[in-house]
C-alpha cells in the first residue's frame, strides 16, 4: 500500500515555497485525502477543490463534527466523480486550519504558531500548493479539477496558471474576481473578528479563541450564502419556540436561533486568524489582473475544456460573473459549456440535492 | 453505437457541414445534430441553447454547450471562429434576424440558416379562406403563444440576403423534407439556406 494514498494523509514538503505577495514559507506541508485507484498512467486523476470554510474531507467522515463528506452528492460510488472510475484528491487549502500550512501550523524556526506572521497568501498560492502536492504524488496532469465557489476560482487558476496540466476543468457557482460587494461582507467578517478582544492581535491561545467575533464573522457570510426567497420559505417571521415576541432582544426569530447556531457550530472547526487569511487570499482574487483587465488574455494559453454552472438565486456569485468567464473563454477560442440552474438556494445550491448539476458534470467528465 | 437518423430538415442542414469542420449550432436543443455531426462527421461541435434543461441534456451527452441567447450572445464570439455555423429553425424566433444572419457570417465562414416557409400554400390557404394565422405541421403553435414572432417566406429571405450583400451558395426549399425544386416559395415549408459574407 502506497503510503501516499489513501484518507487522512498528509506531508511536508522541505525547502522555502515562495508566495505570490512576497512572503516565503520555509516548509510547506498539505493535508489531503485521496480515494480510488490512480490508473497505471496516472490519467484518472481528479482534484476537487473546497471553498472557504470547508476541508480536505469532501468524501468522508469530518473528524472533528462527525458529518458526512461535504460533497457527497457528487463525489463518491455512483456518483459523476466516482472511485471507481477515477483518483480523486482533495486537499486542506494553503492558509486553512485543518492540517495544512497555515496561522495555525508552527513556525519551525522559532517553534511558535505563525499566527498573524504567516504570510498573506493567494489562490494562486493554494493552487501551487496542490501542484506541489501533485508532484509528490506523480501526477503530471489531471482528467479534471473540480471546485464550487472559492473552488471554482482554483480550479479556474489551475487552467490559466498550469495550462498544460488540466484537461477540463469544473467551475460552479463562482467567479473570476472578487467584486465590491464580496470584498465588503468578508470586511465585515474580519472587522467582527479583529474587534473580539480575545483575538489579540491574532496572538491568541488555542484554548482561548476570538470565538464571538468568528461566530458573528460566519453569521454575516451565511445570509450570503442563502437566497430571501430561501429565507423566507424556511423561516419566515416566525417566532422560536414562543408564542409573541419578548420585547428583548434574545433570538426571537427562528432565523436568528439559526444563525446563531450556525455561528456557535463554526467556531468548533474552524480558526479565526485561517478566517482572516483565506477571506483576504478571495478578495485579492481577479484572474485578469495580471493581463492587463483583459480574461480572455488570461486563457489565452489554456488548452482545457470548461463547464460552468450557475445558480439562478445565488446572489453573491451570481449568474453575470459565470458570463463573463463564459463570454471570455469564447473569445479565446476555448470549447465551454454553461448553464444556469433553476434553484431555491442561494449560493449553498451547488452543496445541496442538484441532479442537474450531476447531469451536466457527469457528461461533461465522460467526454 | 448507430447514431440515430437525423429529421429530414436537419439531414439537409447536415449535408452542408465538411468532414471534421468547427461547427457552432445556435439554438441546438438538446444536441441532436451536434452529437450526430460528431459521430458521423468527426466535427468539432459548439452549441448555445436558450432552455436550461436543454443545455444540461445537451452537455450530459458530451456536447459543449452554452445557455444563451443569439440575440445577445454571438457579437462575444471572434471573426470566422467556426468553419460552419447553424442556425435552424430558429431564425424567426429572433427579436433581430437581420443582425443575427451578420453575425452569422462574421463568426462563421458559412452559415447554414433554415426556417419554416411563411410561403407555403397551406399557410397562404389558411389566411385566404380561414382569416386566421395559420397552425401547421411546421408552424405547429398558436399566435400569441408561439416564440416564433418574425415569419418569413423563401422569397422574403432571399431578399433579405441580396439586401445584405450576402452571397447564397446554395439554396433549396423542403417539402416534407424533400427537396421541391419547381415553386419552392409556395410548395416547400421549409427554406435551407447557404451562406457566405
Redesign the interface.
Known amino acids: 500500500m502506497d503510503q501516499r494514498f489513501g484518507l487522512d494523509r498528509s506531508i511536508t514538503l522541505a525547502g522555502d515555497f515562495p508566495l505570490a505577495g512576497g512572503g516565503v514559507l520555509p516548509e510547506l506541508t498539505i493535508a489531503y485525502e485521496t480515494y480510488g485507484t490512480l490508473a497505471a498512467d496516472a490519467g484518472n486523476a481528479i482534484l476537487i477543490c473546497h471553498a472557504l470554510t470547508l476541508d480536505q474531507y469532501v468524501a468522508s467522515a469530518h473528524p472533528r463534527t462527525g458529518k458526512p463528506g461535504w460533497w457527497t452528492r457528487l463525489v463518491g460510488p455512483g456518483k459523476p466523480v466516482d472511485p471507481a472510475r477515477h483518483f480523486i484528491i482533495c486537499a486542506n487549502v494553503l492558509g486553512g486550519c485543518m492540517g495544512s500550512s497555515g496561522p495555525t501550523s508552527i513556525d519551525p524556526r522559532d517553534g511558535q504558531p505563525f499566527a498573524m506572521r504567516f504570510p498573506v497568501i493567494t489562490i494562486s498560492d493554494m493552487v501551487a500548493a496542490q501542484a506541489r502536492l501533485l508532484d509528490h504524488l506523480g501526477i503530471a496532469r489531471l482528467a479534471a479539477v473540480i471546485g464550487g465557489s472559492m473552488g471554482g476560482m482554483q480550479a479556474l487558476t489551475w487552467a490559466v496558471n498550469h495550462a498544460d496540466r488540466v484537461e477540463r476543468v469544473v467551475a460552479i457557482a463562482t467567479a473570476a474576481r472578487h467584486s465590491a460587494q464580496n470584498i465588503a461582507f468578508h470586511e465585515v467578517g474580519r472587522q467582527a473578528i479583529m474587534a473580539d478582544p480575545k483575538w489579540r492581535g491574532g496572538a491568541y491561545a488555542a484554548d482561548a479563541p476570538p470565538a464571538d467575533g468568528l461566530a458573528v464573522a460566519r453569521m454575516a457570510a451565511h445570509i450570503t450564502y442563502l437566497s430571501e426567497a430561501g429565507l423566507t420559505e424556511k423561516f419566515g417571521r416566525r417566532l422560536q419556540n414562543r408564542d409573541s415576541v419578548s420585547f428583548g432582544f434574545d433570538a426571537d426569530f427562528q432565523v436568528e436561533s439559526y444563525l446563531r447556531h450556525q455561528g456557535l457550530s463554526f467556531v468548533e472547526r474552524f480558526d479565526a486568524n485561517s478566517y482572516l487569511y483565506i477571506t483576504r487570499a478571495m478578495d485579492y482574487f481577479d484572474l485578469a489582473e495580471p493581463f492587463g483587465g483583459n480574461l480572455a488574455r488570461a486563457f489565452a494559453a489554456t488548452r482545457s475544456?470548461f463547464?460552468l454552472v450557475s445558480f439562478t438565486s445565488d446572489w453573491l456569485y451570481p449568474t453575470a460573473e459565470s458570463?463573463r468567464i463564459?463570454?471570455a473563454l469564447?473569445?479565446a477560442?476555448a470549447?465551454?459549456?454553461?448553464?444556469?440552474?433553476?434553484s431555491p438556494f442561494g449560493h449553498d445550491a451547488f452543496l445541496l440535492d442538484a441532479p442537474?448539476m450531476n447531469?451536466?458534470v457527469?457528461?461533461?467528465l465522460?467526454? | 453505437m448507430t447514431p440515430t437518423p437525423l429529421r429530414s430538415d436537419l439531414a439537409a442542414v447536415a449535408a452542408a457541414v465538411p468532414d471534421g469542420a468547427r461547427v457552432l449550432d445556435i439554438g441546438c436543443g438538446d444536441g441532436g445534430l451536434l452529437a450526430w455531426l460528431r459521430d458521423t462527421k468527426g466535427v468539432?461541435g459548439?452549441g448555445i441553447e436558450l432552455d436550461?434543461?436543454k443545455?444540461?441534456?445537451a452537455?450530459?451527452?458530451?456536447?459543449?454547450?452554452?445557455?444563451?441567447d443569439a440575440d445577445t450572445?454571438l457579437a462575444?464570439?471572434?471573426d470566422a471562429?467556426f468553419d460552419v455555423v447553424i442556425l435552424s429553425n430558429t431564425l424567426q424566433a429572433m427579436q433581430r434576424p437581420a443582425d443575427v444572419l451578420a453575425q452569422l457570417v462574421r463568426i462563421g465562414r458559412r452559415a447554414v440558416v433554415s426556417f419554416p416557409n411563411f410561403g407555403h400554400w397551406r399557410v397562404r390557404l389558411g389566411l385566404l379562406l380561414g382569416g386566421r394565422m395559420p397552425v401547421t405541421r411546421s408552424l405547429p403553435v398558436s399566435w400569441h403563444e408561439t416564440p416564433n414572432i418574425h415569419f418569413c417566406t423563401i422569397a422574403d429571405f432571399e431578399a433579405l440576403t441580396a439586401e445584405m450583400g450576402l452571397t447564397v451558395e446554395r439554396a433549396a426549399g423542403l417539402a416534407a423534407g424533400v427537396e421541391q425544386s419547381l415553386w419552392p416559395n409556395l410548395l416547400a415549408d421549409t427554406g435551407v439556406f447557404l451562406l457566405r459574407r
Not at chain 1, 470549447?335 to 433553476?342: D, G, K, N, R
Not at chain 2, 452537455?59 to 444563451?68: D, K
Open positions: 475544456r463547464c458570463r463564459v463570454k469564447n473569445a477560442g470549447p465551454v459549456s454553461f448553464v444556469e440552474l433553476e442537474e447531469r451536466v457527469h457528461g461533461f465522460a467526454a | 468539432e459548439r436550461a434543461g443545455v444540461a441534456a452537455v450530459g451527452r458530451g456536447l459543449a454547450v452554452v445557455q444563451g450572445d462575444d464570439y471572434p471562429a
